[in-house]
């Protein structure tokens, strides 16, 4: 069954504010400090609780059910893939609605780690949109809407690609202008671009159902491409250190050229004939730029005919055009929002933000506090010298992104712990503030 119009758009998870008597009431999990203040300013219509990091599930009985259920307008959010068991099977006895909060496909000048807040976010009621095992809104909404009878929208879509192309806008940006030819050299023979993730990402972990490691999507492209100039590009996480790489480079480097400079995506993508990749956006990216794409996992925009796909999803069949395809996940599926006032905006408009941000890097840069001989970090702020001594037994404990977090500000990083004991030794490190 297809549908068109007004129904289908309002069952994309981006047009999901109704009008509303009353604020909502939304407890939102897996958010850390710095996504708190935009998420208020993007939704002043809820009023937000946020469930402390590593909630124990005696402690989730104990102080946050009893408030869930007190609320006559209660919602979740969830940011990413893994939602509480406890309070899933709490969502599902109370009927409780679910939010899966994700960055949009069009996200900011700079990436997540650099904590710029998002100009675009995905909202789903089913299931996070890179998570393959289910249908997510996103799929429903592929599979389903009308497209060809919506003219105004797809004409929206080819004006949309057109935009972005010329723009030369990813969803993660660079700076630094640098051309395809100072990094790959001259192009003599057919060149294959292989685009590396994270390989503990949830969007590989539940958009592709074998396990497949960077080294061994290489290994696949070369295989295949015997005669092409193999390129692999590491994600930009794993080159900066954010996140920690599951597979060692140095083991394929005989099969391909690693590529460590910082390139814009479309840049990389300039002069590439065919790209491997296991979920990443760069395929769709490729895909409007008339690449040739394998997809070694199950992201979005596999199963609908554009893609070369290794692993089938039975759900989709449909066949759709990249206008189409376009149209869904950027134009009806995202929230955008403008970064001045948190009020929601078009598409267009937030292609052109990302543009000035880019023009204009300063406009970017974070307000730092007045420096001070003497506050909560001590005299001559000293107290930061722990960080070196503190930062190895969090990367033992809890993962690389609490390890930024505690980087960029050590005493709200312990101050929100959920776990007294940690508390406890946050205060002794971090007496003041």
Avoid at 34 to 53: C, D, G, N, T, V
Avoid at 173 to 191: L, M, S, V
Avoid at 193 to 212: F, N, R, T
Avoid at 395 to 423: K, M, Q, T, W, Y
Wanted: charged share 25%.
């Amino acid at each position: 069954m297809t549908v068109t119009g007004q129904d289908a758009r309002t069952a994309g998870s981006g047009l999901m504010t109704s009008a509303r008597t009353e604020q909502v009431t939304t407890f939102a999990v897996h958010i850390t400090e710095w996504k708190r203040a935009f998420l208020e300013r993007y939704f002043p219509e809820r009023r937000f609780h946020f469930l402390p990091k590593d909630l124990s599930e005696g402690d989730f009985e104990r102080l946050w059910t009893p408030r869930i259920l007190a609320e006559r307008t209660a919602e979740l959010f969830v940011w990413g893939q893994e939602q509480p068991a406890a309070l899933a099977a709490l969502a599902t006895v109370r009927n409780i609605p679910v939010w899966f909060v994700e960055d949009g496909f069009l996200r900011s000048a700079r990436p997540s780690a650099s904590r710029t807040p998002p100009l675009s976010l995905a909202l789903d009621r089913r299931t996070p949109y890179c998570d393959c095992r289910k249908p997510s809104d996103l799929e429903a909404l592929l599979g389903t809407y009308d497209f060809e009878a919506d003219r105004s929208l797809m004409e929206r879509a080819r004006a949309g690609i057109d935009l972005l192309l010329r723009s030369g806008i990813s969803k993660y940006n660079d700076g630094r202008a640098r051309k395809a030819e100072e990094i790959y050299g001259e192009k003599t023979r057919k060149r294959v671009l292989v685009v590396g993730q994270v390989e503990d990402d949830a969007s590989i972990l539940h958009g592709c159902l074998k396990p497949m490691s960077n080294n061994d999507l290489v290994r696949l492209a070369a295989a295949e491409q015997p005669e092409a100039q193999i390129l692999y590009k590491p994600h930009p996480d794993l080159l900066s250190r954010v996140r920690a790489a599951k597979s060692d480079p140095a083991t394929i480097a005989h099969l391909c050229e690693i590529v460590t400079e910082r390139l814009p995506l479309a840049e990389a993508l300039r002069t590439v004939d065919h790209v491997y990749t296991i979920t990443s956006l760069a395929g769709f990216e490729a895909l409007l730029r008339g690449i040739k794409v394998t997809t070694a996992g199950s992201p979005f925009y596999s199963g609908w005919g554009l893609t070369d796909d290794r692993q089938p999803n039975p759900r989709r069949g449909r066949r759709l055009s990249l206008e189409a395809l376009f149209a869904g996940a950027y134009l009806l599926y995202p929230c955008y929002f403008k970064p001045e006032t948190g009020a929601r905006t078009s598409f267009e408009a937030t292609v052109a933000t990302i543009r000035r941000q880019i023009e204009e890097p300063e406009a970017l840069a974070p307000l730092r506090p007045a420096w001070r001989a003497w506050g909560p970090y001590g005299i001559l702020r000293w107290r930061h010298l722990l960080a070196a001594a503190v930062t190895p037994a969090i990367r033992r404990l809890g993962n690389d992104r609490d390890v930024e977090d505690f980087r960029a500000d050590p005493i709200r990083f312990f101050r929100s712990l959920s776990d007294c004991r940690l508390r406890l030794i946050g205060r002794i490190l971090y007496p003041f503030g």
